[in-house]
């Protein structure tokens, strides 16, 4: 039986979500990473000041894209929800379940992973 639009819809935004929470979730292991990695390279004598300048801007720039990210999985959960309102399924149905599941795993990473 062909998906109804509403399906298709509900589908795409569970893809849309899972997709930018592992995205916010790179960010933020690549930011810890890159603190580490300054903080390893400050300890050692003779560190070259040119690279280590480059690693802090990869670093900020890295923190600024946590932001956006966050933003953007947000609306998508936002999204995701309004889908599967509209989808009309009930509480018992696997897709809606996996989908609770989902945004919540989500807003939690959001409010704990937000820098």
């Known amino acids: 039986m062909p998906e109804t639009p509403e ?3 509900f589908r795409i935004q569970q893809g849309v979500v899972k997709r930018l929470a592992k995205e916010h979730k790179s960010y933020i ?3 810890n990473k890159g603190v580490a990695e300054i903080a390893a390279m ?3 004598e003779g560190h070259d000041e040119y690279v280590l300048k480059k690693m802090v801007e990869r ?3 890295s923190r600024a894209m946590i932001g956006d990210a966050c ?3 947000s609306v998508a959960c936002a999204d995701l929800a309004t889908a599967m309102e509209a ?3 009930g509480e018992d149905d696997e897709g809606v379940k996996a989908a609770k599941e989902l ?3 989500s807003r939690i990473q ?3 992973g937000a820098m």
Do not use: F, Q, Y
Request: proline share 0%; with cysteine; charged share 55%.
């Open 110 to 112: 959001v409010e704990c």
């Open 7 to 9: 399906e298709k819809k």
């Open 103 to 105: 945004l919540e795993s």
């Open 59 to 61: 670093n900020e720039e």
């Open 87 to 89: 989808l009309g399924k």
């Open 42 to 44: 400050r300890a050692t």
């Open 29 to 31: 292991d690549e930011t």
């Open 71 to 73: 933003r953007r999985l």
